[in-house]
């Protein structure tokens, strides 16, 4: 039985709205992330995982597309699922059901609380987000998507927004994503708002991470310039320090099985970089930055082994 079948707790068919692991009555940051794939969630993954499980925080989703779209790198799934995935009308009719059922499992070891899942097509790979966000477009209904996004601000509480960071030779999903979850954190009172972060993961070390420019078009994906937050995926731990919490990120990578691509990007990224957006409350750079370093404590007790562990035990 799959770990998310394990740990699902209420599914609303109504409302789209599954609750994956128990929240309560928990103290730390209040996180939520607006994606437009399921699988986006792995750009956050180290973050996420030691804010729910260390930070004791909350950490809820929402999911724009199906990820339908994603049917042309299923070639080694077909034997998974029995299925000709990367035909195109059949990839179309099943990815829907088994991406959610991945993206379910992934969350359940990063400590999700809620995925809100809006249906949206994925309608094809494209670098444009006025495919989806222009005037005459017509494959996601942006008043409904805008509303809900709205509604899960307004009663989560939220201390931090998480989305994308701006790119313009990304997914134009991507981008279109990240441009509703700043319309959408605009509209939140300014005492109330959260402060939204766009994240991009980095491979390499050489030099700081810069801001990005802002897409073109789209003032509201200015992000603030200067260095970016840094959540470091090779923190060791365990024992002699010889894990970090790039295998949790493999973990979760590792349940999307049906993204062959995706698989490629174990181990490749090294930190998670956190732009904060313009328009953010004046402390939102002081908020985010207490985040992060509340993220780089030592989470896991230092184990003493005898002879019996063997002869590696010390």
């Known amino acids: 039985m799959r770990l998310a079948a394990l740990l699902l707790l209420t599914s609303c068919a109504a409302t789209n709205v599954?609750?994956?692991?128990?929240?309560?009555?928990?103290?730390?940051?209040?996180?939520?992330?607006?994606?437009?794939?399921?699988?986006?969630?792995?750009t956050v993954a180290g973050a996420l995982y030691k804010t729910a499980t260390f930070l004791d925080g909350t950490v809820d989703m929402v999911l724009i597309t199906n990820g339908e779209?994603?049917?042309?790198?299923?070639?080694?799934?077909?034997?998974?699922y029995e299925l000709?995935?990367?035909?195109?009308e059949v990839g179309r009719a099943h990815l829907p059901r088994i991406r959610r059922e991945e993206m379910l499992d992934g969350c359940a070891l990063l400590g999700v609380h809620q995925v809100h899942f809006l249906r949206q097509t994925d309608h094809r790979y494209t670098q444009d987000p006025l495919e989806?966000?222009?005037?005459?477009?017509?494959?996601?209904?942006?008043?409904?998507?805008?509303?809900?996004?709205?509604?899960?601000l307004a009663a989560g509480d939220y201390d931090f927004v998480l989305t994308m960071a701006p790119s313009a030779t990304t997914h134009g999903h991507h981008q279109a994503a990240t441009i509703l979850a700043a319309r959408a954190v605009a509209r939140v009172d300014e005492g109330e708002r959260p402060v939204l972060l766009g994240v991009s993961v980095e491979s390499e070390t050489s030099g700081p991470p810069t801001a990005p420019p802002a897409l073109s078009g789209f003032l509201e994906t200015a992000v603030d310039a200067g260095e970016a937050l840094v959540f470091d995926r090779t923190q060791q731990f365990g024992h002699q320090r010889r894990l970090d919490y790039r295998v949790l990120v493999n973990l979760v990578i590792a349940q999307h099985r049906s993204q062959g691509t995706l698989q490629l990007a174990m181990w490749r990224g090294l930190a998670e970089h956190y732009?904060?957006?313009?328009?953010?409350?004046?402390?939102?750079?002081?908020?985010?930055?207490?985040?992060m370093q509340a993220l780089?404590?030592?989470?896991f007790p230092v184990r003493e082994y005898g002879e019996s562990a063997g002869t590696n035990a010390r």
Do not use: M
């Open 18 to 42: 599954v609750t994956v692991t128990p929240s309560g009555g928990n103290s730390g940051p209040r996180v939520l992330c607006v994606f437009a794939h399921p699988d986006d969630e792995t």
């Open 69 to 80: 779209g994603g049917f042309k790198y299923s070639t080694l799934a077909e034997d998974i």
């Open 275 to 291: 732009f904060v957006f313009s328009g953010a409350p004046p402390d939102a750079h002081a908020r985010a930055a207490a985040w």
């Open 132 to 152: 989806v966000l222009g005037p005459d477009a017509d494959v996601w209904d942006l008043v409904r998507v805008s509303a809900k996004i709205d509604a899960v």
């Open 296 to 299: 780089a404590q030592p989470q």
């Open 84 to 88: 000709e995935l990367t035909l195109e």
